[in-house]
């Protein structure tokens, strides 16, 4: 928990910023929102690239820096080494090459920073003060635009060696010369088939209508037969993956975030079914999946309590 002074945190996504001040208790008590252009920087050099990104943050810091502020906490789409603050690459900003994020903004903004991948920040967020509190252990998946998966092993935050662990979307739920075509370059990667973007092409192929995941949801639960196609679909191929996870684990606990919760009588229970189907006998019936409790708030706080990590 955070202990003491309020914090900025900073959640970043490829188009949009958000950075809030945040009080001990996670309360968010004020929240700016910025438009970013940090898809676009791949025509930058490493070194612009990485000026480019500092500054904006720093810029979108300022009105809520005060004497009070005890650091800045950051998720960013990309994988760090391990709680250095240094990112270590980021897919959608290749030329960013053990860049570090967090010493460049705390020179420029005179306070201390710590910046770790956005999708382990809502694993943290949910297990600190969400769904996922007082579990020892947490799988967290955010289904967005993408998947995203962070893991909370013991308490802690898990990152792997590279910074690379719980890649949950890329995990392969479908073979054969029909697998979908993923953003990562494979096929039958799980966020070909669950994402909201997925999901949104999905239904356009089977009804002729390219609609928002929200409007698709909606249609769901009022009982559209195309939607809940879709969305149980969706849902089986998510239990499947989750089932990987879990003979890797031996996990009790997984949190859901994104959108598509909004459609959670619908998806709970197919994700269940398909599930127990994919584990081994002894697995069965020992996991819980949650919906999300702080939404889109999860990165936000999670980016704020990294400060108060055992370094
Ligand atoms: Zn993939």
């Not at 004020?30 to 930058?44: A, C, D, G, M, Y």
């Not at 020892?136 to 990152?159: R, S, V």
Request: aromatic share 4%; net charge negative; glycine share 12%.
């Amino acid at each position: 928990m955070i202990e003491k002074g309020d914090v900025l945190a900073a959640d970043i996504g490829g188009t949009n910023l958000r950075l809030a001040r945040v009080q001990a208790g996670g309360h968010i008590v004020r929240e700016v929102r910025v438009q970013t252009n940090f898809s676009q920087l791949t025509e930058l050099s490493s070194e612009a690239a990485a000026q480019a990104i500092v500054d904006t943050i720093s810029q979108a810091a300022q009105p809520l820096l005060d004497a009070d502020i005890v650091g800045l906490g950051i998720g960013f789409p990309g994988f760090f080494m391990g709680d250095s603050g240094i990112l270590a690459s980021s897919p959608n900003i290749p030329q960013l090459d053990n860049f570090n994020l967090a010493e460049l903004l705390s020179n420029q903004l005179h306070i201390p920073v710590s910046a770790q991948n956005d999708a382990l920040c809502a694993a943290i967020g949910e297990h600190t003060f969400g769904a996922g509190k007082g579990h020892k252990n947490l799988l967290h998946i955010t289904l967005g635009t993408g998947i995203g998966g962070g893991f909370i092993l013991n308490h802690q935050p898990y990152t792997g060696e590279h910074g690379m662990a719980m890649e949950f979307g890329h995990l392969c739920v479908a073979h054969g010369q029909d697998a979908r075509l993923c953003g990562c370059g494979n096929h039958g990667c799980v966020e070909a088939y669950a994402s909201a973007s997925a999901i949104s092409a999905r239904y356009a192929e089977i009804s002729g209508e390219q609609l928002e995941t929200k409007i698709i949801f909606e249609r769901g639960i009022q009982g559209n037969h195309e939607a809940n196609v879709i969305i149980k679909s969706a849902a089986s191929y998510l239990g499947q993956a989750i089932a990987e996870a879990i003979k890797l684990l031996d996990i009790q606990t997984v949190c859901i975030s994104g959108g598509l919760i909004g459609a959670w009588n619908i998806l709970h229970p197919n994700i269940m079914v398909s599930l127990n189907n994919n584990l081994i006998p002894p697995q069965q019936n020992k996991v819980r999946i949650l919906p999300s409790i702080l939404k889109d708030n999860a990165g936000l706080l999670g980016a704020a309590n990294l400060f108060n990590k055992p370094k």
